[in-house]
C-alpha cells in the first residue's frame, strides 16, 4: 500500500522560501496514471489546494500561488517537493501531499492516499 | 475559478439520526464531486468520489448523490465516530481544483 510523508522545516522566516518534500514508499512515483498533489490547511480552517505534478512532469497550479510556487518531482528517489518563494504569515498551514489518479479516457479520481500532513509557521 | 459552497457549516444531530450535507458548485461540474471526511489532527479521508461511488472500505450508510451544479452528502444511522468534519471537493476543473469550507458535524 502507497504510503506519502512529509518533511522539511517546521519554521521559516518571512520572505524566504518554504521547501516541502513528499517521500513516496510502496509504489513508484513514475508509475503512469497518478499525479501528485500538495493541499494546505491553516490551523482551525478549511483545505486549499496548491497544485499537482504528474509522472511527465507537467504541472498545474493554484492561480493564487502560482507567481511564487514551483512543484517537482525526483523519480530517483520517489519523490516530489513544493518550493513556495517569499512567504508571510499567511502561508502558515499544515501542508499535506496527496496521490490521485486518472485512467486512459481521461476519467480523475480525487486524491485518495494523503500523508499524514507537516505544519509549517511562517515566523520571524 | 469554480467555487463550493456546503451548508450547513455545522449541524448538530444523535446518534442514530440520518443528516444531509449539501455542495453547490459556482458552475457545472457534471459528477466531478469528492466528499471527505477529516478527523482532528488527520489527514482528509476520502468517503465518496464521482459524486456517488462510495470509496473502498467506507462504510455503506455514507451515500452521495448530485450532479451538474448541486450535490449530497448523506449519512444514515450516525455512528459516534461520524461526529467530525466534512469536506465536498470538485475536481472538474482540469487545472484548479477546490474545496468546500467544510461542514462540522456536532452531537446533540
Partial sequence: QVQLQESGPGLVKPSQTL??????????????????????????????????????????????????????????KNQFSLKLSSVTAADTAVYYCARGAYDRSGNYRPPDYWGQGTLVTVSS | DIQM??????????????????????????????????????????????????????????????????????INSLQPDDFTTYYCQQYNSYDMYTFGQGTKLEIK
Fill in chain 2, 5 to 74: 459552497t456546503q451548508s450547513p457549516s455545522t449541524l448538530s444531530a444523535a446518534v442514530g439520526d440520518r443528516v444531509t450535507i449539501t455542495c453547490r458548485a459556482s458552475q457545472y461540474i457534471d459528477s466531478w464531486l469528492a466528499w471527505y471526511q477529516q478527523k482532528p489532527g488527520k489527514a482528509p479521508n476520502l468517503l465518496i468520489y464521482k459524486a456517488s461511488s462510495l470509496e473502498s472500505g467506507v462504510p455503506s450508510r455514507f451515500s452521495g448523490s448530485g450532479s451538474g451544479t448541486e450535490f449530497t452528502l448523506t
Fill in chain 1, 19 to 76: 521547501s516541502l518534500t513528499c517521500n513516496v514508499s510502496g509504489g513508484s512515483i513514475s508509475s503512469p496514471y497518478y499525479y501528485w498533489s500538495w493541499i494546505r490547511q491553516p490551523a482551525g480552517k478549511g483545505l486549499e489546494w496548491i497544485g499537482r505534478i504528474y509522472t511527465s512532469g507537467s504541472t498545474n497550479y493554484n492561480p493564487s500561488l502560482k507567481s511564487r510556487l514551483t512543484i517537482s518531482m525526483d523519480t530517483s
